[in-house]
């Protein structure tokens, strides 16, 4: 446990690291994938174009999680809107606001939940880290000079203090949100399936949450705060009434 607010160099411990890596293994696979059609065959009519098209709809994909990350690291509208062209901020928000929404949510819940990485594309964020490394090593030989030891890590935001009492607040709104939505579709009639799936989530959504306090909290201690010690007793009594509940 550190005593300062250094990061954790060996831990991307975030919903933004998670974008981030999400990003870089899109992109890996959009390079792999355009690179293929430099020497491919010539196949059933309409085969080659068809191939075009997945590979810009992956680029699509790629382009809104970079708006994603921009967004997580406090990019305007407005400087986002100018760098894709030119377009107004509220074009810009308008053309992708949507997009960032639905991955900054799946990275959230994969954070709490780590079932749900795979949302995300991600079996494990620390295989994933070492696979894109082992590629962008191999790109750096093939081309020259590139990247240090650690290509990958090195971009991703590192957990911290500050970091992660943002992705706690932005959790806690989750999950009020999806309690808002199962109020409101009880309050339409009765769906046994789909009430029982929302409970299961909710109660996932808050086991993960409370893991992710105790966490929180137990740094805000390390470092001095006086107030944590309390909220980590409440933390920990919350989640221990939880598995108890499992």
């Given amino acids: 446990m550190q005593s300062d607010d250094t990061p954790d160099a060996a831990r991307h411990d975030s919903p933004a690291a998670l ?13 792999e994938a355009a690179g293929g059609l430099v020497s491919a065959p010539a196949g059933a009519p309409g085969e080659l174009a068809a191939d075009a098209a997945r590979i810009a709809a992956d680029a699509r994909q790629v382009l809104e999680l970079a708006v994603t990350v921009e967004r997580a690291q406090s990019t305007t509208w407005e400087a986002l809107g100018y760098a894709l062209g030119g377009i107004s901020r509220q074009a810009a928000q308008d053309r992708y ?32 880290i070492g696979r894109l490394t082992q590629w962008a090593q191999r790109q750096a030989t093939e081309t020259g000079p590139g990247p240090a030891d650690d290509p990958v890590g090195a971009v991703l935001p590192l957990t911290d203090t500050a970091r992660t009492l943002t992705a706690v607040l932005d959790a806690g709104r989750l999950i009020r949100a999806r309690q808002d939505a199962m109020w409101a579709r ?13 409970v299961a989530e909710l109660a996932e959504l808050e ?3 409370t893991r992710r306090k105790v966490e929180l909290y137990e740094r805000m201690t390390a ?24």
């Fill in 19 to 31: 974008v981030r890596l999400a990003l870089a293994l899109r992109a890996r696979e959009l390079a």
């Fill in 207 to 209: 086991l993960g949450y």
């Fill in 223 to 246: 470092q001095g705060d006086r107030e944590a010690p309390l909220l980590l007793a409440e933390a920990r009594a919350r989640l221990a009434e939880l598995q108890a509940q499992r």
């Fill in 186 to 198: 009880q309050a339409d009639g009765p769906n046994e399936r789909a009430d029982r799936q929302a």
């Fill in 97 to 128: 606001g949507t997009a960032v929404n639905r991955w900054s949510e799946r990275a959230l819940h994969a954070w709490l939940v780590p079932a749900r990485l795979a949302d995300l594309d991600i079996d494990d964020p620390d295989k994933a």
